[in-house]
């Protein structure tokens, strides 16, 4: 084989391998049992919370995002009766290891969309962004960000599926993983 077809062949293999990793750490699912099980997943995300970092979650009433939320703050230092849903404030914010802005968008309508302009001040800040009902969002989601949708499946067990949205998230996923 001439020194030109290898060249060839090893420029057409490479990227392929390389997209492999990318693909198996895009997203992972799997289902938590109780509660408990859920403030653990919390638990180990707020180990690997870094400044900046948004997590959008998705899921009908009751499914799970705030105990997920509070059980992430916990991780992130923060008294556990600090933390409440913000359903009538749209944000709280608490003070840990990093700071924590806690969004709640269920009762968003399209007057209060109009306002949220300010929220990108915070996805992209000195803190840490966890949004419940983030697909009222819409257009102003940002690009990139760590999904996670919790699905009822029975009373007590939800259907989690965490998905990376942008290469952080991808590298975070992976970590999660490998813990
Ligand atoms: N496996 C589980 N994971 C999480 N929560 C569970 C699980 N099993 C039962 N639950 C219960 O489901 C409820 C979830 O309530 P939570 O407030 O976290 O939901 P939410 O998604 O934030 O709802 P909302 O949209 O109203 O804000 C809690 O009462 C919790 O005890
Ligand atoms: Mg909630």
Redesign the pocket.
Known sequence: MGAGKKAFLRKKVTPIFNKIPLEIMNSFEF?????????ALGARLAKHLAVSDIVA?F????????????AMAKGLKIKPNKIC?P?FVLMNIYDGRLPVYHF?F?RLDDVQEMNLIGCHEFFYGDGVCVI??AERLGKLMPKEYLGIK?QH?N????R?QCTAHGKRYQKFLEILQNQ
């Open positions: 289902i938590s049992y109780s509660e408990k099980e859920t403030v979650l899921g009908d009433l009751g499914s799970g995002k705030t105990t997920l939320v509070k849903s359903t709640d269920y419940e009902w919790l499946q009373i007590n067990e939800r989690i």
